[in-house]
């Protein structure tokens, strides 16, 4: 029988995990994961949450970088990532545990474990690290943001918010949260004052998720609007969708942009003025500046996950038994360029220098 490269390589994939679940020693591998992508993989009831590694030129990849080189696997399901210079901070929200790996070679160093209660997100400013957490998400009045000391890797206070805290990113001395709402909905971006901890909130759309800063500096919210169905599928009432433009200095929603009533955009990236958004299989493309949405999707494709980087589009289509997709999209030509096998339930796309 003839065997192919790509069983091979899941042949290989599948002895390494069976050997650590085993608990039998493999070979701890150190290698330079800098200067490339990272792929981060949620895993499923079907395996472990794992990263997977993609060099820019897209001619090296490497699976299983963590337990490449730590011997051990990291749990499900593994949620966001976040760095700084040195490190990298990899959240598993069910284990509760943010786990401190050298950005380069992906070796532990240490682990926030204390004090979490279903981590979400992180973003760090100088030596802390702010970690948006749901606590129960059946209870909306739980919900914090943990700071944690880099240095000693201890939560040192918490700062309570509004249900349902998710993507968390730090201009200046402020720091935005938006609040999708945990197993529920919310309305609100919170606005944190690094120095004094106070919180106000901004009322956006419903289900405000992800959140990056524009060419001016202005934060771009998108809300994905609510569904309730009762009893599923049939939906009882829905709210829009929008794209909002926020001020930061007056904290002030300077324009919206919404959506046709039952379109709900799930993905949001931005890249030299313009914004690209997933709805419905397709990726949009949307100037900043302008007033209504586009009505053709750029590229059509099912995405979970995507970024954008010099003129490429790359996004993740995942698996949860298997492994998922990564394709590469030139923005220029609309084509696909590249396409390869990456992590289990593959989430979200980062790209490190």
């Excluded at 040195?86 to 160093?109: G, L, M, Y």
């Excluded at 309305?187 to 901890?197: H, L």
């Excluded at 009893?231 to 929008?242: C, D, G, H, V, Y």
Aim: a negative charge.
């Amino acid at each position: 029988m003839k065997i192919t490269k790509q069983i091979l390589k899941l042949l290989v994939i599948a002895l390494i995990i069976v050997s650590c679940n085993n608990d039998d020693s493999i070979e701890l591998i150190n290698r330079d994961y800098s200067n490339g992508i990272l792929i981060s993989g949620e895993g499923s009831g079907a395996g472990t949450g794992s990263v997977t590694y993609l060099s820019s030129d897209q001619t090296l990849k490497y699976q299983f970088i963590y337990l490449s080189a730590n011997g051990t696997q990291l749990g499900t399901y593994l949620q966001s990532m976040a760095f700084n210079e040195n490190s990298a901070f990899i959240i598993v929200d069910n284990a509760n545990t943010v786990t401190v790996v050298d950005k380069k070679t992906f070796i532990k160093t240490g682990e926030i474990k204390t004090d979490l209660n279903t981590p979400r997100f992180m973003t760090v400013v100088g030596d802390k690290g702010y970690i948006t957490n749901w606590g129960d998400p059946y209870n909306t009045e739980d919900d914090f943001i943990a700071v944690a000391d880099l240095n000693t890797n201890a939560v040192e206070k918490i700062i309570s918010v509004s249900n349902g805290p998710e993507q968390i990113v730090v201009k200046g001395n402020k720091l935005y949260v938006s609040h999708k709402g945990a197993y529920g909905t919310n309305n609100v971006v919170s606005v944190i004052d690094t120095a004094t901890d106070d919180v106000v909130e901004i009322t956006v759309k419903e289900n405000p998720d992800e959140l990056l800063f524009n060419n001016n500096g202005d934060l771009l919210v998108l809300s994905e609007g609510s569904i309730v169905y009762d009893p599923w599928p049939t939906i009882k009432s829905e709210t829009k969708a929008a794209i909002h433009i926020i001020n930061t200095t007056t904290n002030t929603i300077t324009k919206t942009i919404e959506f046709k009533e039952g379109e709900h955009p799930s993905l949001m990236t931005y890249d030299n003025g313009q914004i690209y958004y997933y709805l419905s299989g397709g990726v949009y493309k949307v100037n900043s500046g302008e007033e209504t949405l586009p009505t053709t999707a750029l590229i059509s494709q099912s995405l979970y996950g995507m970024a954008v980087k010099n003129g490429n589009l790359y996004g993740v289509e995942p698996s949860f038994t298997a492994q998922s997709d990564l394709y590469v999209f030139d923005l220029s030509t609309k084509e696909k360029v590249f396409t390869t096998k990456v992590a289990l339930g593959a989430s979200k796309i980062y790209f490190t220098e």
